[in-house]
């Protein structure tokens, strides 16, 4: 008998007691979602932080853990990098340079210490990264298996207002579905996932665990979370981080627009709303907007659960300090429900209609610059 923290409706942490499934042998995914802040313009430091956030997840037999959009690099929230139309600041300029230094090359060694950590703890890995190409930078998804081996990366394909800015955009040739063992893993980024026809791409591929790294904390992308799991029949897992004004640097350094509230080193400026939603659109887990937590759900179908109080003090889990906390909704039985719910609508399947609405979808790398001399050569091996 198997004991868990979760939540009630009124905040107070239960253990969870399962009663039993009928199936002894129904295999189960146990996935964490990670809500944590970036140390800003520190990457081995939020490398470093990432590490023991995995070791925490792994220790309690997590096999996939998502991180949130952006978490290393950062995700330069309150900042407009000194743009008005027509005109850019040398400061900006600047805070673009120190911005780009906290980025990574793919491949490279921060990529290389991510598959090392994932092989070392045995976990699925996705990790919200900002990725730099040359002078470009991109919002991107790294994905990682349990024996630290690569699979490949997905770009935001649509940065958001001012994003657009400073980040680059992807093609159709990252938008990756892997087949793993424990499902078909992929992932969308913030408002991309409000994309129908990505979404469409993805079900196309058979996404089952359906990942969403965001930086948006408002309660309305719930919804967004909620529809996305019944129309695509997949579990979603979305993470976000939490962060305070005090997790970025302090002012003149780096400077806070975008608000007229006078922000204190303490003031919420993300307030996470990290969650793990089945196919069915149950909540399994989250939302949280308490703190920096580990979110975590067993993948699978809801059956029958005694719920005992146990404590009032969620801060009683805490991991590193009094504001890590996990909060886990065990759902134990099989990955069944993707079948279930599919039987009801299987939007690329029985529920699809291709020969009044289809969707071309071209993944080819889009390059700026190509040369005749490569094509030339190439066909000369």
Known sequence: ????????????????????????????????????????????????????????????????????????????????????????????????????????????????????????????????VIEKDGYTLYCTVLFFDNQGCYLGKHRKLMPTALERVIWGFGDGSTVPVFDTPIGKIGAAICWENKMPLLRTAMYAKGIEIYCAPTADSREVWQASMTHIALEGGCFVLSANQFCRRKDYPPPPEYVWSGTDEDLMPESVVCAGGSVIISPSGTVLAGPNYDGEALITADLGYPTFHHFINVLQNPSAFSVFDTTLKIWNHSALNDLGEIVRAKFDFDVVGHYARPEVLSLIVRDDVATPVSFTSEKIEGSHK
């Open 1 to 128: 008998m198997a004991l868990a923290p979760t939540t009630g409706n009124d905040g107070a942490v239960f253990s969870e007691v399962d009663m039993g499934s009928s199936d002894s042998s129904s295999a189960t995914v146990r996935a964490t979602v990670i809500q944590a802040s970036t140390i800003f313009y520190d990457t081995p430091a939020t490398l470093e932080k990432a590490e023991r956030l995995l070791s925490e997840a792994a220790s309690f037999g997590s096999q996939l853990v998502v991180f949130p959009e952006a978490f290393i690099g950062g995700y330069p929230r309150g900042s407009n990098f000194g743009v008005t139309i027509g005109s850019r600041t040398l400061k900006g300029k600047e805070d673009f340079r120190k911005y780009h230094a906290s980025a990574i090359t793919v491949p490279g060694p921060e990529v290389d210490r991510l598959g090392a950590m994932a092989g070392k703890y045995k976990v699925f890995l996705v990790m919200g």
